[in-house]
């Protein structure tokens, strides 16, 4: 069975270019989720969704971020415009309900 | 507000040795915690999960123990192999949110 799968696996941009982070969930997995991770940190979440619903997107700089989960399935994740300080590996989770989380390998942002 | 500290933030230790990483939280009221390990570039993966009405998962040469009334949980690995270098995340999820809350982790180094 394939696991979480992200793409792209890295991206540069230049500051106030926008980016954005695709995402697919394990097969059957309602629940979807968006961390970020910096440096020697641990992940924090953005947004969480169940189904095509965002339950929790508090932490989620509405500014400049965005996301959308058509369908219920695959993820997208965008920042316009990113800055420097957006440089952090994106993390996406999958879960049946509030289940033990599955991680993708993540996508690290490099903004310069 | 949930705190999840890991402590120490890095260990080294010989080969075969057994040893323990420790996490505290600072609400008790968790519905889970679950350990994860993330190699240097990569996502993470999941390890244990323990409810929060158990008090001890078992997984190979890994045992996580769980003691909610003091806020603690501890990882044991046994028989370190140079292979589980890396780093340990745990992460607690407080109530039915699906929201887990990360420590800063431990990087493990197990030297030949």
């Known amino acids: 069975e394939a696991g979480v799968v992200q793409s792209p696996r890295y991206k540069i941009i230049e500051k106030k270019q926008p980016v954005a982070f695709w995402c697919n969930p394990i097969?059957?997995?309602?629940?979807l989720y968006w961390y970020l991770q910096n440096l020697g940190q641990g992940p924090e979440l953005l947004i969480r969704?169940?189904?095509?619903?965002?339950?929790?997107d508090s932490q989620l700089p509405k500014d400049r971020f965005s996301a959308e989960r058509l369908k219920g399935v695959d993820s997208t994740l965008k920042i316009q415009p990113a800055e420097l300080g957006d440089s952090a590996v994106y993390l996406c989770?999958?879960?049946?309900?509030?289940?033990?989380?599955?991680f993708g390998p993540g996508t690290r942002l490099t903004v310069t | 507000k949930q705190e999840v500290t890991q402590i120490p933030a890095a260990l080294s230790v010989p080969e075969g040795e057994n040893l323990v990483l420790n996490c505290s939280f600072t609400d008790s009221a968790i519905y889970n915690l679950q350990w994860f390990r993330q190699d240097p570039g990569k996502g993470l993966t999941s390890l244990l999960l323990?409810?929060?009405?158990?008090r001890e998962q078992t997984s190979g040469r890994l045992n996580a123990s769980l003691d909610k009334s003091s806020g603690r949980s501890t990882l044991y690995i046994a028989a370190s192999q140079p292979g589980d270098s890396a780093t340990y995340l745990c992460?607690?999820?407080?109530?039915?949110?699906?929201?887990?809350?990360f420590g800063q982790g431990t990087t493990l180094q197990v030297k030949p």
């Open positions: 992460a607690v999820r407080s109530g039915n949110t699906g929201k887990l809350i």
């Open positions: 323990i409810q929060s009405s158990q």
């Open positions: 989770a999958s879960s049946l309900v509030s289940d033990e989380q599955y």
């Open positions: 097969s059957g997995h309602n629940t």
């Open positions: 969704y169940e189904n095509e619903e965002a339950v929790d």
